[in-house]
């Protein structure tokens, strides 16, 4: 079993800023990838950012000039700075990451999630 945990999530006025972390444990072999999703109130849940292991990066166009993504390999651990928030950026933000299980297994894990809230 892997289990992610996110941090840092919070209540913010538009035009501040955030950093989410999330730390991965548990029985991993390595980890492929990890990424951020969102979930609006009411709406579907939306790709944020996603990093590789080699450190390759994907953006939602919404965000790319106002979020980063980086990973601490050593950790398990990835962050999403977040500048210049807007009210349409508040969701419930989610860790996710694509890990190789010891047995050689590729599975996707979730974490619980944090809330953003974005006061205009």
């Known amino acids: 079993q892997v289990q992610l945990v996110e941090s840092g999530g919070g209540l913010v006025q538009a035009g501040g800023s955030l950093r989410l972390s999330c730390a991965a444990s548990?029985?991993?072999?390595?980890?492929?990838?990890m990424a951020w999703y969102r979930q609006p109130p009411g709406k579907q849940r939306e790709l944020v950012a996603r990093?590789?292991?080699?450190?390759?990066?994907i953006y939602q166009d919404s965000v790319k000039s106002r979020f980063t993504i980086s990973n601490d390999k050593l950790k398990n651990t990835v962050y999403l700075q977040m500048n210049s928030l807007k009210p349409e950026d508040t969701a419930v933000y989610y860790c996710?990451?694509?890990?190789?299980?010891?047995?050689?297994?590729?599975?996707?894990?979730w974490g619980q999630g944090t809330q953003v809230i974005v006061s205009s």
């Open positions: 548990g029985s991993i072999a390595s980890i492929n990838t």
């Open positions: 996710n990451a694509v890990v190789t299980l010891p047995y050689g297994g590729v599975v996707n894990f």
């Open positions: 990093i590789t292991s080699t450190g390759d990066t």
